[in-house]
């Protein structure tokens, strides 16, 4: 009688399973409202994500790809995140397999000719050796696409994995339009031409966008 009940049960229990399944990952709309307060990079920092120590405007040309694809940004991360294990030596590690979309790991700012920092992206990134580690066979995806896969190639002058050990990343362009698509890596739209040089500490301790 029993095996007979969970027999009859199991298609209304895989029913109510996969609608709660689907909805663990947030549609752009919800994405968005999740990060709206980002624009503010003093909100950011104030929760906890901190600028890029290197003080990078990563640009396409930089990591070994044509210069039209554009740029990303300057990046500010969540360290708890993405499970950050210690300093570059020589590259960054981590064990996170963080990818909630709600509290995306980092945040991508272009820099104005003032001195500001316009939030353009949203981004995901987990360390391969973790992701797998964890017991994933596969890469992360969203809304179906697989993230992009990235590790630098040492017979190359270039750094393809802008000081990270191999990992998969994922941008989300939900804060500037990109003709290379919403989950491209670099934006022509973005630009890194005021970027300017100054410690990224004292970017940090000035509490606001100013380089």
């Not at 709206?36 to 990591?63: H, S």
């Not at 994922?170 to 630009?191: E, I, K, T």
Request: net charge negative; hydrophobic share 35%.
């Amino acid at each position: 009688m029993k095996a007979t009940l969970l027999l009859t049960a199991l298609p209304l229990l895989l029913a109510i399973a996969a609608p709660a399944a689907a909805q663990q990952e947030p549609d752009l709309a919800t994405i968005r409202a999740a990060t709206e307060r980002f624009r503010d990079v003093e909100v950011a920092l104030a929760e906890g994500y901190v600028r890029d120590p290197t003080n990078m405007c990563d640009t396409a040309e930089m990591m070994g790809r044509p210069a039209e694809y554009g740029a990303m940004g300057i990046h500010f991360f969540r360290p708890d995140l993405l499970g950050i294990t210690a300093p570059p030596n020589p590259r960054v590690n981590g064990s996170g397999t963080h990818t909630d979309w709600n509290r995306p790991s980092i945040l991508i700012y272009e820099p104005q000719a003032d001195g500001s920092l316009q939030l353009v992206a949203v981004e995901n990134l987990v360390f391969q050796q973790a992701w797998h580690a964890a017991g994933h066979a596969e890469r992360p995806t969203i809304h179906g696409r697989s993230y992009d896969s990235m590790a630098d190639d040492p017979s190359t002058p270039t750094d393809e994995a802008h000081g990270f050990e191999p990992h998969y990343d994922q941008h989300v362009w939900l804060y500037r339009d990109n003709p290379r698509g919403l989950y491209a890596q670099f934006n022509p739209n973005v630009s890194c031409a005021h970027h300017r040089t100054q410690s990224a500490s004292s970017a940090a301790d000035s509490g606001h966008a100013g380089h």
